[in-house]
T-cell receptor, first 109, second 118 residues
Framework: GQQLNQSPQSMFIQEGEDVSMNCTSS?????WLWYKQDPGEGPVLLIA?????ELTSNGRLTAQFGITRKDSFLNISASIPSDVGIYFC?????????FGGGTRLMVKP | EAQVTQNPRYLITVTGKKLTVTCSQN?????MSWYRQDPGLGLRQIYY???????DKGDVPEGYKVSRKEKRNFPLILESPSPNQTSLYFC?????????????????FGNGTRLTVT
């Protein structure tokens, strides 16, 4: 199946810092999605991107759909302790939703 | 409350002993799917179903079976579990297939089933 390379695999940052993570693929996707998973729970959708070049914000989160349709990034500004969790990118092509390997975010108060 | 319910949340079993993980959604969603989550690999799709009596293989279907006899339920069956199936499993559902652009409906995930096969 298709592969999504998500980086970094983990981040340990100070509260208040900005965070950036990205996903790249050798394949084109029609939709890019970003999910967050809290411990003991399933992933929850944060942001959905539908067009190449699209830049979308959701509070302190900003995500962009790469112009080549093969990549996407997620930025979190002014991180807070509750941002802790695993963030997943996902690309949609046809009926298949492919997930990246996840970025584990740890925030030091 | 709209939700996807998986059972059990935790399961420890032995190699070869058949097991079923149930998944039920109360949102009348057509599309349901099973994923397994392993460290560094993200979520990989096992099987999905576009509607009742319609199932398709995902990326990692080997060793698994599913059925979709009714809209709300999508059980995952391991006929002869092996240790390499030790993982965290998630069921998910949404309406009208996984194309989020059509109606902006997100994929709803259950809270996961942690399976250990010894």
């Amino acid at each position: 199946g298709q592969q999504l390379n998500q980086s970094p695999q983990s981040m340990f940052i100070q509260e208040g810092e900005d965070v950036s993570m990205n996903c790249t693929s050798s394949s084109i996707f029609n939709t890019w999605l970003w999910y967050k998973q809290d411990p003991g729970e399933g992933p929850v959708l944060l942001i959905a991107l539908y067009k190449a070049g699209e830049l979308t914000s959701n509070g302190r989160l900003t995500a962009q759909f790469g112009i080549t349709r093969k990549d996407s990034f997620l930025n979190i500004s002014a991180s807070i302790p509750s941002d802790v969790g695993i963030y997943f990118c996902a690309g949609l092509a046809g009926n298949m939703l492919t997930f990246g390997g996840g970025t584990r975010l740890m925030v030091k108060p | 409350e709209a939700q996807v319910t998986q059972n059990p949340r935790y399961l420890i079993t032995v190699t070869g002993k058949k097991l079923t993980v149930t998944c039920s959604q109360n949102m009348n969603h057509e599309y349901m799917s099973w994923y397994r989550q392993d460290p560094g690999l993200g979520l990989r799709q096992i099987y999905y179903s576009m509607n009742v009596e319609v199932t398709d293989k995902g990326d990692v279907p080997e060793g698994y079976k599913v059925s979709r006899k009714e809209k709300r339920n999508f059980p995952l069956i391991l006929e002869s579990p092996s240790p390499n199936q030790t993982s965290l499993y998630f069921c998910a559902s949404r309406s009208r297939g996984p194309g989020h652009q059509t109606n902006n409906s997100p994929l709803h995930f259950g809270n996961g089933t942690r399976l250990t096969v010894t």
